[in-house]
T-cell receptor
Framework: DAGVIQSPRHEVTEMGQEVTLRCKPI?????LFWYRQTMMRGLELLIY????????DSGMPEDRFSAKMPNASFSTLKIQPSEPRDSAVYFC??????????FGSGTRLTVV | KNEVEQSPQNLTAQEGEFITINCSYS?????LHWLQQHPGGGIVSLFM???GKKKHGRLIATINIQEKHSSLHITASHPRDSAVYIC????????????FGKGTHLIIQP
């Protein structure tokens, strides 16, 4: 298995633009998590899905953030409109039945 | 919700030294995770443990469930071990996912 695949690896965008981050979890993993990492706050949970259903989005900072999981092999995190304070590394992780987590390589987002 | 504390925050050591990183958490858990992150890199899961001790190469992780404490040890440390080591525990309180410690920045000097 290629692991959790995230794209793009790096994204530089201008303030106000829409940004879409993508994640392909490990096949057979039923849970998917989106985390954000910043120097100030470390790693924080944004939202997670069980069996493609969003369970808890209380970590999503504002209405500008939205996430979808249309099927078991794909999820997106969208920011519209983006702001400089959204600059961070965004990680996707999937979890299997044994509760082990596998993280993607992350997307480094810079909003200028 | 679980609170995870790690120490030390920063650690610089010489090659070959024995390294210990500590982690404590506030809410009883089923398993604790140790993660590794190299500068600018992704996050790699090192261990998931619910009791006792696990060993992988030069890395050893231990956990004391009663005391809500875990340690990560590195024997015969090497410059390639330089990374951020992160302890993570289930968030608890009805929330799924992990709560992370702030990480230990480890530098091993040749």
């Amino acid at each position: 298995d290629a692991g959790v695949i995230q794209s793009p690896r790096h994204e530089v965008t201008e303030m106000g633009q829409e940004v879409t981050l993508r994640c392909k979890p490990i096949s057979g993993h039923n849970s998917l998590f989106w985390y954000r990492q910043t120097m100030m706050r470390g790693l924080e949970l944004l939202i997670y899905f069980n069996n493609n259903v969003p369970i808890d989005d209380s970590g999503m900072p504002e209405d500008r953030f939205s996430a979808k999981m249309p099927n078991a092999s794909f999820s997106t995190l969208k920011i519209q409109p983006s702001e400089p304070r959204d600059s961070a590394v965004y990680f996707c992780a999937s979890r299997g039945a044994n509760y082990g987590y596998t993280f993607g390589s992350g997307t480094r987002l810079t909003v200028v | 919700k679980n609170e995870v504390e790690q120490s030390p925050q920063n650690l610089t050591a010489q090659e070959g030294e024995f390294i210990t990183i500590n982690c404590s958490y506030s809410v009883g858990i089923s398993a604790l995770h140790w993660l590794q992150q190299h500068p600018g890199g992704g996050i790699v899961s090192l261990f998931m443990l619910s009791s006792g001790k696990k060993k992988h190469g030069r890395l050893i992780a231990t956990i004391n469930i009663q005391e809500k404490h875990s340690s990560l040890h590195i024997t015969a440390s090497h410059p390639r071990d330089s990374a951020v080591y992160i302890c993570a525990a289930p968030s608890g309180g009805g929330a799924d996912g992990l709560t992370f410690g702030k990480g230990t920045h480890l530098i091993i000097q040749p």
